[in-house]
């Protein structure tokens, strides 16, 4: 079955230390990927999305994610994490719907 | 612009309560889902429609109903409500299933059955 997984539950990091958001997918053929953040009682943000192109692909509020199609990985990361950036992650991808990886919980202290 | 609208934001039911989650559009999107999200779960999709009188399952269809009869609206209907369809629902558009355009989210449903 096509999935995509986020293998942490919670990352935490100091601010001002680079970040990493981990994604694995499982999809056949060419897949269009995304991330979404959420934060605490509020609806879900675009951050970035891969559909084809360049594996390198910047977002909103810094953020960027990598596609590496020979590790099958999206990976979200920000060189400089702020206190601001803590809120929910999550990965998804899209076919017939769009559909989520369980999120992780992203934690910056200052 | 209103994006994607879902009203109420909070409502309380009684177990074996019907009702109607409502969600709206603008943009006229021919894509639009539902998904409920619990912790530790994730978002999973409870329905979606690729446009008006096409509907289909996603993960979690059991207990839930939906139809389009226009391209604006995607209304989600609990039939029989249960304690553990409580949950945040949220609606979402896009202009298609692919998202190349992005997907649009409401702001949310929080839903308590007791």
């Known amino acids: 079955a096509q999935s995509v997984a986020q293998p942490e539950d919670q990352v935490n990091v100091a601010e001002g230390n680079p970040l990493t958001v981990k994604c694995t997918y499982s999809?056949?053929?060419?897949?269009?990927l995304f991330w979404y953040v959420q934060y605490p009682n509020r609806g879900l943000q675009f951050l970035l999305k891969y559909i084809t192109g360049d594996n390198l692909v910047k977002g909103s509020y810094g953020f960027e994610a990598e596609f590496n199609k020979s590790q099958t990985s999206f990976h979200l990361k920000k060189p400089s994490a702020l206190v601001s950036d803590s809120a929910l992650y999550f990965c998804?991808?899209?076919?017939?719907?769009?559909?989520f990886g369980k999120g992780t919980t992203l934690s910056v202290s200052s | 612009n209103a994006g994607v609208t879902q009203t109420p934001k909070f409502q309380v039911l009684k177990t074996g309560q019907s009702m109607t989650l409502q969600c709206a559009q603008d943009m006229n999107h021919e894509y639009m889902s539902w998904y409920r999200q619990d912790p530790g779960m994730g978002l999973r999709l409870i329905h979606y429609s690729v446009g008006a009188g096409i509907t289909d399952q996603g993960e979690v269809p059991n207990g839930y109903n939906v139809s389009r009869s226009t391209t604006e609206d995607f209304p989600l209907r609990l039939l029989s409500a249960a304690p553990s369809q409580t949950s945040v629902y949220f609606c979402?558009?896009?202009?298609?299933?692919?998202?190349?355009?992005?997907?649009?989210f409401g702001s949310g449903t929080r839903l308590t059955v007791v």
């Open positions: 998804a991808y899209s076919g017939t719907a769009l559909i």
């Open positions: 979402a558009s896009s202009y298609s299933a692919a998202g190349e355009y992005g997907y649009t």
């Open positions: 999809v056949s053929g060419n897949p269009y």
